[in-house]
């Protein structure tokens, strides 16, 4: 395998999005039942959970990046939890496994992308006729919804 390793999940059904391998420090399946929910959090906010004796945020990244999301009930989250200094679990629809891109399948996103995801992307790559997100872990964390969190 050449390039650098990814991530690859889908942010919300069909939109596939990738964050850096080396800014993820778990991807899991956790029981709805292990978040405990905080009142008056901003709306992607979906509580606390304990991972490895340390308490983490978890946050819906499709309502973090503002896009609609399908509301269905679910058992269990499909969990990424990155971290660029601080660690945030984020909720994803599915986890599809590690890929890899090399530096030039990165490309800018195409108009098509909805301006609310720019500041959050790196860029885009096309894998298998599909069009990545190619996510930057940082920028979320840096996302103004946590400020004060």
Not at 13 to 29: C, D, G, I, N, Y
Not at 102 to 115: K, R
Not at 126 to 137: E, G, R, S, W, Y
Request: proline share 9%.
């Amino acid at each position: 395998m050449t390039g650098e390793a990814y991530l690859k999940f889908q942010l919300a059904p069909r939109v596939p999005a990738v964050f850096a391998a080396k800014s993820v420090e778990e991807a899991t399946v956790l029981p709805t039942s292990q978040v405990t929910a905080i009142p008056n959090m901003p709306a992607c906010m979906m509580g606390l959970v304990n991972r490895r004796n340390r308490v983490i945020w978890l946050a819906n990244l499709v309502k973090l990046l503002g896009m609609p999301i399908p509301d269905r009930p679910t058992q269990q989250y499909s969990t990424v939890i990155v971290k660029a200094g601080s660690s945030l679990g984020l909720i994803v629809d599915e986890i599809d496994g590690i890929i890899h891109l090399g530096a030039e399948s990165l490309q800018p996103p195409p108009a098509q992308v909805n301006p609310i995801l720019v500041p959050y992307l790196k860029g885009c790559a096309v894998q298998d006729n599909q069009t990545v997100l190619v996510l930057d872990a940082e920028a979320v964390l840096q996302s103004s919804v946590f400020q004060g969190t």
